[in-house]
């Protein structure tokens, strides 16, 4: 039987013994078997957390000591990097290449948070009463559930985990059901790192089965989550009854914006990249392009183009440029979502259809699209595909790309191309999204705060916001002369 829950410090079956195979998105073989807990399972679990957290057995460490901790973490997970990227590549069918170069991500992450755990958080406040001594402290919140979704599994998690744990929180990870096996090899990393028992749990099965307990428990004070607009608002609603802290990474449709004075050869570039790296399932992912009117039909001829050649393989495949769709779920929601743009009025230039190369006729490949003649009104522009799909907007001026840009429920991130510097500035500024690429799109750093304006969510992860979301602010108040307040009476002559 298997035994990939780590629940209290110990690695478990499911406690009715219960298992799922993990299959390949390449080619549908199982890469991994691993147990399904149960509801029980997730009670233990959360008992666990709370349990370790209220004993001050990790909370009374001191945040240098978290720090080396999470330092500790990221040693261990260079050392296994290949073996994790292996893991991370056969869940998600991305190439290993890739998936090595998100290993990397993950341990970045892990440094960062190790090194901002070192900075001074607490401080004086001045309230001009030389009596009184007030301070500001810094406190870890609690016991956080911590859920991730399946495109880039232990980066996610990693962006939840990692500050948790130099806030001094304990927690349970729920990574996506598809994708579990780098999650587990990261709670290996966290047992050998010499992690207090029951701080750091691991519940594996689907978010419908075991999502239950982790965003409704009342002993869970802060759910922190990473996946679909839905998914996000069900748990808004489950954390109302105990008044839950949230971190939501939602879902993003961003826009990428290309001015006739740009260095068009490098937006071009770009705009390709953007929209089909990782087969567009990138909550960044630029797949709406705004284009000014007079060079549409240069770059979207030459977009066109570039997408047709785009060389889709599996994980070992050394020619591959990009992989196929996670699931054949997700494999028909894209199909529909093109038609549906088709139907609407959208002009289909290129893909539109499955892979049909016979190499590709057990997986799950989708040929990069790009649909033309789009405008805000449609289905296909306002909403995510999480799909190898592009759609075209032109625009005339410099307001109408901004309004055009702006008119979508999500604000996760958005680039533009000019090469005149005020122009680029002023549209910086007046995008509603919450990162901005001039020149650019696509990096991020972990020093750098991420995360959404409008549906695109709540809270941002990584700077140093993101390890603010997992601490809890105190002011203590310490007055050194005691005397009376005398604002009420106290009954005495006068
Ligand atoms: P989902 O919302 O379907 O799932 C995300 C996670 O939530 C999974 O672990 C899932 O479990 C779990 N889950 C599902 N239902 C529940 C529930 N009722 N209670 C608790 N947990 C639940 O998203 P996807 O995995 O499909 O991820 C794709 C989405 O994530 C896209 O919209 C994308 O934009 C967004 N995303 C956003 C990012 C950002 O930084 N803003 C980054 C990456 C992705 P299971 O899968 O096992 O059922």
Redesign the pocket.
Known sequence: MVATLYIDGAWKSASDGGAHDVHSPHNQSVVATVSQATQDDVLDAITAARTSFDSGIFTSWSFEQRSALVGKIADLLERDLKAIAKKESDDTGKRIIEAEYDIADVIATFRHFAALGLKQHDRLVDVGISRVNSRIVHEPLGVCSL??????PLL?IAWKVAPALVAGCSFIV?????TPQSAIALMHAIEEAGTPKGVANLVL????VV??H??NDPRVDMVS????????Q??MKAAVSTVKRLAL????KNPHIIFADADIDAAIDNAVTAAFLHSGQV??AGTRLIVERSIHDRVVKEIVRRAGQIRLGGPDDLTAETGPLISKSHLEGVTKYVEKGVAEGATLLVGGKRSEKSEHANGWYYLPTVLDNCNTKMFCVQD?S?GPVMTVEVFDTEAQAIAIANDTPFG?SGGLWSKDADKAARVASALRHGTIWVNDFGPYKPAAE?G?YKQ??IGRELGEHGLGEYLEIKHIWTNNAPSKSGWFSDGGEG
Do not use: A, D, R, V
């Open positions: 859920i991730g979704p399946w495109n880039y996610q729920k990574p996506s059901e598809l099965g689907p978010g419908s999502g239950h982790l965003i989550f990473t996946g679909g607009l839905n998914t996000g069900t748990i990474e939602l879902g993003g909550c960044s995510e999480f996760l991420w959404g695109s969510g």
